[in-house]
């Protein structure tokens, strides 16, 4: 989901998103970019990786999580 997360803030070439992503292997990134391409979540073009509409409804459904993760983590 950190991919998903990391694209809503735009488009992105692979090594950008690599930047983005920040500890994930290339090989990684690039299984779940594969993963998350054929569950219709994301699309490349020629501009790079970019979140479908799928994508982006189900970044809506995860942003909440943000908060609960952030008041969470101040707990400890």
Same mark, same amino acid.
């Given at each position: 989901?950190?991919?998903?997360?990391?694209?809503?803030?735009?488009?992105?070439?692979?090594?950008?998103?690599? *930047? !983005?992503?920040?500890?994930?292997?290339?090989?990684?990134?690039?299984? !779940?970019?594969?993963?998350?391409?054929?569950? &219709?979540?994301?699309? !490349?073009?020629? *501009?790079?990786?970019?979140?479908?509409?799928?994508?982006?409804?189900? &970044?809506?459904?995860?942003?909440?999580?943000?908060? %609960?993760? !952030? *008041? %969470?983590?101040?707990? &400890?």
């Amino acid at each position: 989901m950190g991919i998903i997360w990391k694209l809503n803030e735009g488009p992105c070439s692979f090594r950008v998103l690599q *930047d !983005r992503c920040e500890s994930i292997s290339p090989t990684t990134l690039n299984k !779940r970019l594969k993963e998350l391409t054929q569950s &219709f979540l994301i699309e !490349r073009t020629v *501009d790079g990786y970019y979140l479908t509409e799928k994508g982006k409804e189900i &970044f809506q459904l995860l942003h909440p999580l943000e908060t %609960w993760a !952030r *008041d %969470w983590a101040k707990e &400890f």
